[in-house]
């Protein structure tokens, strides 16, 4: 009995290693031909102009999404028979069934125009890039083998999507005419994957819809930061962090408790698409259907300011952008707008302390109104940084209002008639430098005084967390509140109760110091490369992309291309950070048993 026991067992554990060895082999199968059928689909849409290699191409792309969808079925029928965790079997059985509904609905009511016979080319082309964005996804799961600094990781991770975008961007479908060069298709990338806004062309007039989509994937990516995307994705469908894996992501999303890794990685996505839907639909409310050829345009206006807003990134399919002339008196859709970009400067850690604030008294409420019980109060539910955060931002965007409020009076709030229409007119100009880089007025109009004021708020910049640029709100908020201590003669700042960390305060002063360094070494590059333009507007453009920004004066697309490098390299070190970068190649220092004596530096 033992005996049929244990040789019942061993053929059970040895189906179990198969049934784990086809999985395996399945995914590797599965990310190399999504991988070589992206490389196709990219080719067939931003190179292709044969119609007779454009019908072949969307044949065999047939018959490779036929071979996923049945390379799916196998893993969600030998998901039950492995040890994959419940999320994974949902995750493959999703998309399973994706890949069946797409088949079975275009089977009855497609009728194959451009060489396919079952499948659209639009909802292939799509399944197969899910299909590799998953696969690769598992794959970041495995860095954990190697030796990587989490910080390092993070710095090339932009780096790669910048070149990625920048291949992309070269294809010649990606613009009406004249094809990009390289220099300005890496601007460009630079400037969506940093999320800045600055652009050497019209986006809406120069690129066409396919280059405007490459630009959109770049923002949304950008915008939540590649490991972040790769990570969800990858977690989602595997089913499985190590330990390890928990670790890396802890630096790389600023999470404090490994055991939140996860729930982090979760929120983050879904606040995002939540604000992005929420967002698009008041922006889709709020616009004119008359202004655009079909809903279908109206919809992917929608879509494309909706990303960029929540995203800080400021890229626009109509000519000015919120300038132009059938948008510049929309009030409500920049209400619409100014509420995404101030949400995403916001930062995530404020936007999920607000939520279970609210949550928590709003059960309070009903269970006293339902069942009589009193309020019970808990500890701890703002985090001391929320409050910095909101308190700065709040006062921030009051100051801004206000003082352009008053300088622009009488220059370009002149053009609005109503009190209403100068009010947001006026909050639009105060809160876009924070990182937004929308503009509903001309900034060469702007009086002298309101250009200080942006560069002042655009070096200030978001939230941390957030996907805005800056040194932040809260190193501002700690500069600060340090010289109002020194000038009343305390040793340690005190704010909510809890006193500042010296090292927060070391940390804070550093990030300044290396901001203002770096600014100030940009702007003489740029002095050197472009001697003909004005010392305002090259110190505006490079405010502007180290806080990636992309409010200009004018002057981006007249840049040399030596001075066109000098901001790529602005933008980027301005998204990564200037402390980032040092901790990622600078080598730590051994800690040390000892301390030297101490001595008081003269001021």
């Not at 020194?486 to 909510?496: N, P, S, Y």
């Amino acid at each position: 009995m033992r005996r049929n026991n244990r040789h019942k067992l061993a053929s059970r554990n040895g189906m179990d290693e198969k049934v784990r060895y086809l999985r395996k082999l399945l995914d590797y199968i599965l990310l190399g031909m999504s991988l070589l059928c992206c490389i196709v689909i990219i080719f067939h849409l931003g190179y292709n102009t044969n119609t007779d290699i454009e019908r072949q191409t969307n044949r065999i792309l047939e018959w490779c999404f036929l071979f996923f969808a049945l390379a799916l079925c196998v893993k969600t029928v030998t998901a039950f028979k492995s040890k994959s965790s419940v999320i994974a079997r949902v995750g493959e059985a999703i998309l399973f069934l994706y890949f069946v509904g797409v088949i079975v609905a275009d089977s009855y009511y497609f009728a194959g125009k451009d060489g396919t016979e079952l499948v659209k080319p639009e909802w292939m082309f799509l399944g197969i890039f899910a299909i590799f964005i998953i696969e690769i996804s598992k794959q970041t799961l495995f860095f954990d083998q190697f030796y990587f600094n989490p910080t390092l990781l993070f710095v090339l991770s932009f780096l790669l999507l910048i070149l990625i975008g920048t291949a992309l961007l070269l294809l010649p479908k990606s613009t009406h005419n004249q094809q990009l060069n390289f220099v300005d298709a890496l601007f460009l990338a630079t400037s969506a994957v940093c999320i800045t806004g600055l652009s050497v062309v019209d986006i809406a007039s120069e690129f066409t819809r396919f280059g405007q989509m490459i630009m959109l994937i770049l923002v949304q990516i950008g915008g939540l930061g590649i490991m972040t995307f790769t990570g969800f994705f990858g977690y989602f469908f595997s089913g499985g962090f190590s330990y390890k894996n928990q670790l890396m992501f802890t630096e790389l999303i600023g999470e404090n408790k490994v055991s939140s890794v996860i729930s982090t990685l979760y929120k983050i996505i879904l606040v995002t698409f939540f604000f992005e839907i929420v967002g698009g639909v008041l922006i889709y409310l709020s616009l004119d259907p008359d202004t655009f050829e079909s809903s279908a345009e109206q919809l992917y206006f929608t879509v494309f300011h909706a990303v960029n807003a929540f995203c800080n990134a400021g890229f626009s399919t109509v000519p000015n952008g919120l300038h132009n002339e059938a948008l510049r008196f929309n009030y409500e859709l920049q209400l619409s707008v100014i509420m995404l970009y101030v949400m995403g400067g916001l930062g995530f850690g404020i936007i999920f302390n607000s939520y279970e604030f609210i949550r928590r008294w709003g059960l309070n409420i009903y269970h006293k109104v339902r069942f009589g019980r009193h309020f019970s109060h808990r500890a701890g539910v703002i985090a001391f940084n929320s409050k910095l955060i909101a308190y700065t931002t709040f006062f921030l965007i009051l100051f801004g209002l206000i003082v352009v409020f008053i300088l622009e009076f009488n220059h370009t709030l002149l053009q609005h008639e109503s009190y209403f229409g100068k009010f947001v007119t006026a909050l639009f100009i105060g809160t876009s430098p924070r990182s937004s880089g929308f503009n509903t007025v001309m900034m060469s109009e702007l009086a002298f005084p309101t250009v200080m004021l942006i560069l002042l708020l655009m070096w200030i910049g978001a939230a941390p967390g957030s996907t805005g640029g800056g040194i932040k709100v809260t190193t501002f908020a700690v500069a600060t509140l340090n010289i109002l201590s020194l000038a009343r003669g305390k040793d340690r700042i005190e704010v909510f109760g809890r006193k500042v960390s010296d090292n927060s305060v070391s940390r804070a002063l550093g990030i300044i110091s290396l901001s203002l360094i770096f600014l100030g070494l940009a702007i003489f590059m740029l002095s050197i490369t472009d001697p003909d333009k004005n010392l305002l507007s090259l110190a505006f453009e490079t405010f502007s992309a180290y806080s990636t920004t992309g409010l200009s004066l004018g002057v981006t697309p007249e840049l040399s291309n030596a001075g066109r490098l000098v901001i790529i390299l602005t933008m980027f070190v301005g998204r990564v950070g200037s402390l980032t970068l040092l901790v990622a190649f600078v080598r730590k220092a051994k800690p040390k048993n000892y301390q030297l004596p101490e001595e008081q530096m003269n001021f």
